[in-house]
């Protein structure tokens, strides 16, 4: 199994924010799985927190390959960097 960390954004650490992180999450994963089916590629997520950082949380997202040709061609289509930032632009949520 080959691994690429693609999310890893500090979160609010209370149950009032949670429906925002998990529509954040499913916009911003939408993309990534329509890209999977098209390629005909394996694709899965795991998502962690981290509660190391202090007050908050850090919200941890891999994407898991079983091919490295998939994980190469996942890096040339989306970045090798991992989505930094969660952003409410327009009232849809997603990490940037």
Known sequence: MFTHRIIEATI???ADYDW????ALHNTLKEHFEW???SSIDLSFEKSYDGESGYNLMLCVDAKFTA???LALYKISFG???LKT???DNNEPEFI
């Open 86 to 88: 969660f952003s409410m």
């Open 36 to 38: 999977a089916k098209k």
């Open 80 to 82: 090798f960097a991992p």
């Open 20 to 23: 925002m992180y998990d529509s």
């Open 12 to 14: 609010n650490d209370s």
């Open 68 to 70: 490295p040709e998939d």
